[in-house]
Structure formats: C-alpha cells, structure tokens
C-alpha cells in the first residue's frame, strides 16, 4: 500500500535527505583523505563507530550532547593522526595497495579495541532533550531532531567550502590534490598536511557516528553495515571529489529511502551494480569530477 | 597520470619445496589416526579447505598482482551452488562439485573479463562490489537460499559409477578433502611454474614492460583471475559438503577480509604459505575463543606488523629470517 | 576392648558405605555435562548472557544429580547456525557433553535439528521461536521449553478476545523479512481473519534496516491504531525509538512481537512506555516462586532478571528433571526422560509434551510501564496485561504439523 498524500512523499524526501547527511559525513572524510593521500581508508567505518562510543562516553559524563559533538570529533581527530603518523607516513614511499591492506588490518584492531572497552553489548543514547519534540509539516509531525541532523550536513558542508576556498590552508590542499611536487618545491610541508587532511577526514566521520547514535543503536560492528553504502557512494561521486560525494549522497540517501517504499528486496543489488559499472566505464564518478584513472 | 604500482618485485616466488611437500602430506594423512575426537580431524579439514581458498587469492595477490578485496564471491558460488543442487534437486556429490566449481569459473570468466583492465584500486573496490551483490542476491533471496537462516545441506554418497562411497564420517571426509586440496594444489603448481605461470609473474612485476616484450597483460590477467575464481569455488564446494550447513556470511566482504588475511599472514611470497596462514587462522580462532572473545585482536596486530614491516612476505619469511 | 569394637563398627559402616556405593556406575565421579550454548558475543549478547545466567543459576543451586555434579561447559554461538553447528560438535565430539541446552534464534534450532542424529545428544531451545522445530520438522531429540510463535499468536488471540478495543482497531503489520519475521506476519493475519480484526498494511523490511522512518509515516497515513511488529528484538529499540521521535507511539499501540528486554529498558527508559510486548515471560509475573527466583538471581548477579533468563531456567530445570530420572547417560534414555519431564518453575509448572517435545506454559501479553517497587533498581519493566493459560495457548497435536514422537 503506497500513499498518494503529497506531504508523504515530501516527508520522504526528508527521510532520504537524513540518510544522505550521515553518508555524506562519512564519505567526505574518505574522499579528501583519498584525494590528498591517495588512500583508501578502510578503517573509516571503525572510526565512525569509535566517534559515536567517545560521544557516548562525554555524554554520560558531562550530561550535555553539544559538548559531545565537539569532543568527539576532537578525540577521533588525534587518533586519526596517530594512524597516520605510525602506519601510513612511513608507508608512502611503498606500492599504494599495501596501505590498503594495512587500513583494512586497521579495521580488526579498531573493532576489536572498542569491544574491549566498551563490551559487545548494544548502547543507546537518546536525543538531547533541547532537540526532541516534533513540528509539523502538513499532515505529518517530523522529528526537530532529523531537522537538525539535516541542518548539521549543510552546515559542515557549506564550512568545508569556505574553509577550502577561502583560507589559505584550504587552498594548500586543493593544490595538493593536483599537484603535489610542485608544492613541496615551495617548501610547503606535505607531511604535515596529510596529517591534517587525515585528522579532518576522521573526525567527519566520527561526528557521523555520534549524530547518528540517537537514532540507531550503537554496538561494536555498527559501522561495518555503513560503510559499504560510504564506500557506493565515494565511487559514485567520484574518488576524491567533494561535489561529487555531496551529490551522490544525496542520489544514494533518496534511492534507500524511496526503495524501501517501493522495491526494497533488490535496491541494494542495483546499488552495487551501479557501484561497478561507475568504476568500469566511468571511474570518475557520475559527474566526472574524482581522480580515478582507469589505465594499466 | 596515476598509476597504481604493482607489488615489489623483490618477492621471491619458490612454487615447490618436494621433500617438504611429502612431509606435510604425510603428516596431514596420519591425523584421523592419532587425533582423541573428531573435533580435531574437522578442525583439520577447516585448515585444508580454508587453505585452498587463501592459496587460490594468492594466486591473483602474489603471483599476479592483483588485490581482490571480494574473494569470497566465488567461494560462496561454489557453497551455495553445489548446496542447492543437493538440498534442492538430490544431486550426488560429484556433479554437485563439478557444478560448483563450474559455476564459479564462469563466473569469474564473466566479471574478470570486464575488470582486468583496471588499475589497482578500481580492481580492488569492483571486486568489492561484485562480491556484495553476490551477497546481497543470496541474502535476499531468501525463498531459494533460506536467506539469513542458512541452507541445511545434507552429504549425499560419492557415486563413481563403480564404487559407491557413503563418506559420513570425519575421517572418511577428510582423505577426500585431502586428495583433492593436494590435486589442486600440484595442478596449480604445474600451472605457475609453466611459462604462462612466468608471464604472470612478469606482469605482475611490471605490466608495461611485459607488454612491451609481448606479453597480453589482459588475457594474462583474466586466465589467473579464472584459475583462481575456479579453485576457490572447489573450496567452498567441499565446505559446504563439509559443514553441512551454507549460511551467507560466507559471503560477505568481511569473509573476503578475512581470507585475505589469511594469505598476508601465511606469506604471498609461496603458494603454500597461506596454509600456513589458515592453520594460524582457524587455530587461534578455536583454541584462543575457549579463553577470550578478543581472539581477533591479536591477529589484527600480527596482520598490521606483517603488512607495515614485511610488506605482505608473511610468517613463512619471519620464520626463514628467525632461523638465520 | 572398646577399640576393637569400634573398628568393627567401622567395618561394618564402610561394608555398608561401600554396598550401596557399589550400586553406582564405575564413572560415579565424572561430572555430568551440559553443553550450553547461545549468543554470547555481538547484537545478541545481552540475551545470550541472560540466558546463560539462568541455566547456570538452576544448576548451581542444585549442583549434583545422583552424587555427580553439574558442569554447565559454555560455547558462543554468536547468534549464527554455521558457529552454533561447529561448536555444537565441538561440545559433542570433544567435551562430551550429556546434552545441548539453550540456542538463541530459529535459524540455529532448524539447523541444529538437521544435525542431530549425528550429534546424538538430546538438544533443548530455551528461546527458538520458530514452531516448525517441534512442527513439521519434530525430532526425537529436538525439545523446547519456551513458548513457541504459533502459541505466543494463540495467547495474544486469546487477548483480543477480551479486548474489545484491541479487536475493532486498525492493525498494521510490519515484519522483518526473514524466516521468523515473515512467519510470526502470517500466523497473526491468519488468527485476525478468524477473529474478524482488520488489517489495514502489512511491510517486510530487510534485515538490515536502520531508518524505520518510511514504515513509521505509512503507518501513520494508515491511521491505524495498532502495529504488530516481529521485528528482532536487538533493533526493536530502533524502531520504538524513531516510532517515539514522531510521535507514533501517541497514537498507535505498538506490540513487540520478540518482547524487549529489560537490559533495552534500561537503556532507552521511558520512550518505551505503552509499547505492548508478547511476553514469554518476565520479572513482573505474580507468582511465589517468582520472588523466590528473582531474589536467588539478584543475589548471585546483582542483574535485573531478563526474560530470556526466566526462560533459560526453566529449560534448565526440565533438563535436570530428566537427567536425574533416566535410566543412563545415553542420549536415547536422557530424551526419553525429557518426554515427561516436569518442573515448578518461576511463573508456575512447566511440563514437557510428549506428542511433538514442546513444553506447555502460558504466554503473557506485556506492556511497558513504570516497575512494581523492585530490588533491582529497575524504573521500568513489562507488566503483565493478559495471561493466557498453557491449555489457552497450546497448539492441538492435530495443527502443529508434527506427525507425532
């Protein structure tokens, strides 16, 4: 039974767009780390996970939400810097695809670690009480909570684009994404900024996790389900393309959603079959904007 | 342009160590005999079947280099292939295993036709993605596959025309298992030490230049990846029959993960390695389970450590390197 | 002389000793073992850890059979059939164990069963809701002690029967799309359509859904006034949660089909208050063994006692019933005595059907609301709404699809 109400399908459109927002966090941080370090990090699920843990912990510790939201983020970033200073610097001048491996080795570790401190069984935090409560949209009482989960991704959106754009670190990375040698010879520090772009790229992602745990239950294995949707739509969007990974989430976060009203059984096999015919005939992504070559 | 660079072509390839072969063959022979339960003569089988999975990733990994992050495809088409075949139309277990295998060669003829021209990273993420269809279909079909509930499959008799083998028991199993895991492997031996074998290692060291003595990189490539897509599908043909049971976390990209694991741990650098690498696998998986859940933790160390400071030459190098 | 005497009376006393401890089989030392099996590790944990507190509470309180002591020898089956099949042969083959006990989900006691003329030993689910276990695919060794599906849909049947206001409203199903989940769906559109109760939608989400938002709206565009939903019991705080967050749960009587747990409770607290649960059981029931239990339990945990915990015991208790009445330790004579095995259990007596080994106890209809003063620090438990009695919720020999054991 699918409902011809208009507001019903507007409603959706929110759902998918929330959707979206979680992916696009988590994918944002993939995609610079892709685009400056060349890496693939396969450990970003575990960090997102890792981020809504921490937030659980400054949580029930400080009883307030929005510090958690700085905090956690904060912390994920200087364990992001740790992983890049032990295991991914000293590995740049070896062949890109043990890095791969070594993220991957990464994820064991990670999960295996939170369920050391923090046990295997399941969490749940719910929303701050200045965010629950509901407003009403046509017919339907939407969640304020959502609302702000949306205005939180065009938010941190539009400030990584000021912040690219208009600063002058920011700019340092957009140049380093194309062209890294040139940099160097000015004497920019490139070890350094890959450590930052890491550290951004994990908190992102961190952030996701501890915006999504008042939705959804947290337990150790929470990101191993998310990431497979981050890793669609960094393929879609383009390896390394902010646009694109902004678009693409949105495109995957209303495909989910409406696929649950509509077709839910084999939506997921669509989306992976769109996922490899990308990295086939399009490597770019959608757009054409990422830097995947598709050469030998 | 961005090329992804191929593995270190300092990884030294050794295919065959006879006596050494002999011995562990030998070995393996003698353990219905002298294990106290069945549970160790299963646990044995494990190592055997998991083995040929992680030597058949290899095969693509170390000898072709090529990273398949979605291994567990074709293993999963030869579980879930002969598994219906046998639960849902009787078949006996030879044609049950043929198909299996069959199956995932087509199978991976079909996929690795499309994607053996992609670099390093695509390669990687579209193996991923196949894979995850492959999963997704089988999870969600739950109608013909029993879905999340798994498949009960039980072990029909071995019917060679002449001889009619009812291999009910551990011990029986696992002299199958045994003869044709070690098929295998001296065929794909065989295989690697032929000049074809020579060309997919020049390819893996350096595919321009292979290209430029004449070498058909692609054609090269695709024949490994169905070598390997092949023999992985006899594994989890024989796991199914094994178990008894086909569940699709078999093939999920975490069981992709794991057996990629396995072949860093045992060594890329030898085909027999990464049944160095199961052996570790399964029996810090039983035997470190029974004192803590965290089993995992340390392999993931030893698996960073392996990749970080070895570069992917695995346990078989450090205990060389010890032994110096 | 006196000491002569008395060690003539030694004498006597150990010919004696020794006669009657010569009627006893050459192993009388050897612990009888119980291999004891659920998900102890990942979503299903806390459940599984319930359950094995329960099982191990009832046979450390009774501690021997026959001048043998129970050993209750644990295995993590990580809610999954492939491990629960491996480290059931392993509790068989290498542990010898006397008998299998606990077994989380559905899918884990369908497969189990598959195995069982290999394993040998008597296999008893506390907690496998699945009716074809002990349906159509009864087997001699195969036993449960919990209610199953089809008895929980008679027991909330017998509920509307009552409620006139449960009976006239609009349901909504909403079911996870699995085995279990499609399962539960169907056997309750088929009582509603005895009944005459409306079903205004019915959804299967996939297994791995964590925006329940779309069926929330639909639900709500319906109108209805009640959902059932077998959604598995790990997520179900997802849905109640979001089902919270839009106000849902104001309107609409959500029932849990898997029930929530009191671990869930704890955690989500009070957004979960109104939402109906199919109980097996739970702490609330007004029994006097019940407060006999949940004191032993407290005492030796300092946990509130789960459902599932309740349930294990029981289990248990059948199972040390059997073991202390067969004949030997052979898997043959153990089930045999578990056909007709009793126990005075939390909530009343549980005995064990010989036609398809599925045990007869009642089935509770639950709701969440503020806990009756506790020891347990617990503000919000499960409170019982309707109990259907074990001859009420039974299934017929004739309808199980058991052809009789």
């Not at chain 3, 296999?123 to 009864?138: D, F, K, Q, V, W």
């Not at chain 3, 509130?304 to 073991?323: H, K, V």
């Amino acid at each position: 039974m699918i409902p011809g109400d208009v507001t019903f399908w507007a409603v959706q459109i929110l759902n998918g767009l929330v959707m979206s927002v979680l992916l696009m966090l988590i994918t944002l941080g993939l995609t610079i780390i892709f685009g400056i370090l060349l890496v693939v990090n396969f450990a970003h699920g575990s960090l997102y996970m890792w981020g809504a843990y921490v937030g659980m912990g400054v949580l029930s510790l400080t009883g307030q939400f929005w510090l958690a939201l700085l905090v956690a983020p904060l912390v994920i970033a200087i364990v992001g810097i740790g992983i890049e200073r032990t295991l991914i610097q000293p590995m740049r001048s070896q062949p890109v695809i043990l890095t791969l491996l070594l993220t991957f080795g990464l994820t064991l570790v990670l999960d295996e670690t939170a369920r050391i401190l923090w046990g295997s069984n399941p969490y749940s935090i719910n929303a701050p009480d200045w965010l629950s409560g509901t407003i009403r949209i046509g017919s339907v009482v939407y969640p304020i909570y959502r609302i702000f989960v949306i205005g939180l991704g065009i938010a941190v959106a539009l400030l990584l684009f000021l912040f690219l754009e208009k600063t002058d670190l920011g700019t340092v990375i957009r140049a380093a994404s194309s062209d890294r040698e040139t940099l160097e010879v000015m004497g920019v520090n490139t070890s350094r900024l890959f450590m930052l772009v890491f550290a951004l790229g994990s908190a992102l992602t961190a952030l996701s996790g501890l915006v999504a745990a008042p939705m959804l239950t947290i337990y150790p294995a929470m990101g191993h389900n998310i990431i497979i949707d981050a890793f669609v739509v960094l393929v879609l969007g383009g390896l390394g393309s902010l646009r694109g990974t902004i678009v693409a989430s949105f495109l995957v976060g209303q495909v989910q959603t409406l696929g649950a009203v509509v077709m839910p059984e084999f939506a997921l096999v669509v989306v992976f079959a769109m996922m490899g015919l990308v990295l086939l005939v399009r490597p770019r992504g959608l757009l054409n904007l990422g830097r995947l070559d598709d050469g030998h | 342009m961005m090329a992804i660079e191929s593995l270190p072509a300092a990884t030294r390839v050794r295919l065959r160590d006879g006596w050494l072969l002999v011995g562990v063959v030998a070995t393996l022979a003698l353990v219905p005999l002298i294990s106290p339960s069945r549970f160790y003569v299963n646990l044995a089988v494990e190592v055997v079947l998991l083995g040929l999975w992680a030597a058949s990733l290899n095969v693509l990994i170390g000898f072709t280099g090529l990273v398949s992050f979605g291994h567990a495809a074709f293993f999963g088409l030869g579980v879930y292939t002969t598994g219906l075949l046998i639960a849902k139309l009787g078949l006996s277990m030879a044609p049950a295993l043929l198909a299996g295998v069959a199956v995932a060669a087509v199978a991976a003829l079909l996929v690795g036709i499309v994607i053996v021209r992609l670099s390093g990273i695509a390669f990687a993420l579209v193996t991923l993605a196949f894979s995850m269809m492959v999963f997704t279909t089988v999870w969600r079909w739950s109608k013909l596959t029993g879905g999340d509930d798994g498949l009960t499959v039980s072990r029909p008799p071995l019917d060679l025309g002449f001889v009619r083998l009812d291999l009910q028991g551990a011990a029986q199993f696992y002299y199958l298992a045994l003869v044709l895991v070690l098929c295998a492997y001296l065929a794909l031996s065989r295989f690697l030490a032929s000049p074809v074998g020579a060309a997919l290692q020049a390819v893996r060291q350096n595919a321009v230049r292979a290209e430029s003595i004449g070498i058909d990189v692609h054609r090269h490539r695709l024949l490994a990846f169905v070598v390997a897509g092949a023999t992985a599908g006899l594994a989890g043909s024989l796991y199914v029959l094994f178990r008894g049971f086909a569940a699709p976390d078999l093939l999920h990209w975490s069981a992709s993960g794991q057996v990629l694991l396995m072949t860093i741990l045992g060594g890329i650098g030898t085909l027999y390695g990464p049944f160095l690498g199961a052996a570790v696998f399964v029996v810090l998986q039983e035997v470190l389970s029974t004192y803590t859940q965290y089993w995992m933790l340390p392999l993931g160390i030893i698996f960073i450590l392996a990749v970080r400071f070895m570069h992917g030459r695995g346990l078989l190098d450090l205990l060389r390197a010890m032994r110096r | 002389m006196a000491s002569s005497t008395s060690r003539t009376f030694s004498r006597i006393a150990l010919a004696a000793a020794l006669s009657a401890v010569g009627s006893l089989p050459a192993a009388a030392q050897e612990p009888i073992k119980i291999g004891f099996m659920a998900a102890l590790s990942g979503l299903f944990s806390p459940i599984g850890q319930d359950m094995q507190r329960g099982a191990q509470l009832l046979v450390t309180q009774v501690g021997e059979i026959k001048g043998r002591k129970i050993e209750l020898v644990v295995e993590d089956s990580e809610g999954k059939p492939a491990v629960a099949l491996r480290k059931a042969d392993r509790l068989v083959s290498e542990s010898k164990v006397h008998a299998l006990l606990g077994i989380f989900s559905s899918a884990e006691i369908i497969a189990l069963g598959g195995a069982a003329d290999k394993l040998g030993v008597p296999i008893l689910t506390t907690n496998s809701g699945t009716p074809r276990a002990t349906g159509e695919r009864c087997h001699p060794m195969v036993f449960r002690s919990n209610p199953n599906d089809a008895m929980t849909v008679r027991g909330v049947a017998d509920w509307l029967r009552g409620n006139e206001q449960a009976r006239k409203g609009k349901w909504y199903i909403v079911a996870h799309d699995y085995e279990w989940g499609q399962g539960a769906a169907k056997a309750f559109k088929d009582a509603a359509a005895k009944m005459g109760v409306s079903i205004i939608g019915e959804d299967y989400a996939p297994l791995d859904t964590k925006d329940w938002s779309t069926y929330i709206n639909k639900i709500s565009a319906a109108g209805a006034d009640y959902v059932w939903a077998p959604v598995i019991v790990s997520v179900v705080t997802d849905f109640i949660k979001q089902a919270r967050s839009f106000g849902l749960l104001d309107k609409t009587r959500l029932l849990a089909v898997a029930g929530v747990t009191d671990s869930q409770l704890e955690a989500v607290g009070g957004v979960a208050d109104g939402v109906m649960a199919a109980s097996w059981a739970t702490w609330t029931v007004k029994h006097p063994n019940m407060a006999k239990f949940t004191d032993a339990y407290w005492k030796e945990y300092k946990v509130t006692p789960g459902f599932q915990a309740i349930l294990a015991y029981n289990g248990a208790g059948l199972l040390l019933d059997a073991l202390s009445r067969a004949g030997s330790l052979s898997g043959a004579d153990v089930a045999k005595a578990l056909e007709t095995a009793k126990f005075d259990g939390p909530y009343g007596m549980v005995v064990m059907r010989k036609f398809d080994h599925q045990a007869s106890v009642p089935v509770f209809i639950g709701q969440v609301g503020a806990a009756p003063a506790n020891q347990f620090g617990a503000k919000w438990a499960v409170n019982v709404v309707h109990e259907a009695a074990a001859t009420v919720s039974e299934v017929p020999p004739q309808e199980t699809g058991c052809k009789g054991l």
